[in-house]
């Protein structure tokens, strides 16, 4: 068969085969009186093997060292190609998310463009104060798409640069919160808490649900924030993290502090008082776990909380009935609620 005819039948063009054969790749088997190539089913079959490797991302030189080689293995070069495509895969996914990025932002032209090329270098900077800087001076430069807020504030763990981004997120306004729930899913529990930090930021009834659809989140990292930041809404259901906040004294000032707010519903008042009356109970026996329930009990609306820490003022154990009587004296002096 004349190379015209392989190219044809092959898809492979002249100009390619006529490459394969100076590199000694591809050799027809014969030549025609005229001295044209003549190809045998053989060199066909050949042909068909070089550009299956080719396929495989293999260079023209590791093509010919795998068919010319018998004791060439494969395993090795598969090995070296996979980690290639893999860094190439992620270097197109980085553009990708680039692109979209600046598409997002809907730049107006290219100087809007490059600021935002110049944004997504200063969030990627190992430096977290240029990070911090790069949110902080683009506020007011540049419309920032939230999408791009949101991915960095998920993966952000310098505490200064994940406020800054916070902020910024919030102050973004728009679709701000759509970003960021989706962190609330994500199999790291890192990211988890740091959409629900992000989110307590963000106002609105949307975001308040997605709060307190994370109380449910296993991780006490992750709901313990949100309880913090859906009770300071007005959420119901945050009373019963609140409180085990308290026993376990994780952020026990703020939680109680929260319940105090929560207490000023007529509605929810009683539940948290038997919620702290039923963990003193729970607790006879450990002191430390009932003089935060008593501090929490201040907290509380007077009328409420005056008769539970004079009870308290003669607990046997002496630094709880010291604590809840100084409590009860500071609450007779507050005004009534």
């Given at each position: ?15 390619m085969?006529?490459?394969?054969d ?9 030549r ?14 050949r ?57 997002a ?11 935002i090329?110049?944004l ?8 977290a104060?240029?990070?911090?800087q ?24 310098d ?101 105090g707010?929560?207490a ?7 539940r948290?008082?038997d ?63």
């Amino acid at each position: 068969m004349l190379i015209g005819e392989v190219a044809r039948r092959s898809g492979v063009s002249t100009r390619m085969l006529r490459h394969y054969d100076s590199l000694g790749l591809v050799r027809p088997t014969g030549r025609t009186v005229g001295g044209y190539r003549e190809y045998a089913p053989a060199d066909i079959r050949r042909i068909f093997h070089v550009e299956s490797l080719r396929s495989l991302g293999l260079s023209l030189r590791e093509v010919g060292r795998a068919l010319q080689d018998p004791a060439f293995t494969p395993a090795e070069l598969v090995g070296a190609l996979i980690r290639r495509t893999e860094a190439r895969v992620r270097r197109e996914q980085e553009l990708l998310d680039r692109l979209r990025t600046v598409d997002a932002s809907t730049p107006a032209g290219w100087p809007d463009v490059l600021r935002i090329v110049e944004l997504l270098h200063g969030l990627e900077s190992p430096s977290a104060a240029r990070r911090q800087q790069t949110v902080l001076a683009s506020a007011e430069e540049v419309p920032v798409s939230t999408e791009l807020l949101a991915g960095a504030v998920l993966t952000e763990s310098d505490p200064n640069v994940a406020g800054a981004l916070r902020w910024a997120l919030a102050r973004a306004g728009g679709d701000s919160l759509a970003g960021v729930v989706a962190g609330l899913r994500a199999a790291d529990p890192a990211i988890r808490r740091r959409a629900v930090l992000a989110i307590a930021e963000i106002p609105g009834d949307d975001a308040s649900a997605a709060l307190t659809s994370a109380l449910t989140d296993p991780d006490a990292a992750v709901h313990r924030p949100a309880a913090l930041a859906a009770g300071a809404r007005g959420e119901p259901a945050t009373v019963p993290v609140l409180v085990q906040m308290v026993v376990e004294g994780i952020n026990d000032v703020d939680a109680a502090e929260v319940l105090g707010s929560l207490a000023l519903d007529a509605a929810l008042a009683d539940r948290i008082m038997d919620a702290l009356a039923g963990e003193l109970a729970a607790h006879a026996t450990e002191p430390a776990v009932r003089i935060r329930l008593t501090q929490a009990l201040a907290e509380m609306p007077a009328h409420l909380a005056l008769g539970v820490l004079r009870e308290l003022g003669g607990d046997p154990d002496h630094a709880v009935a010291l604590v809840a009587s100084a409590l009860a004296g500071v609450l007779e002096e507050r005004p009534t609620d």
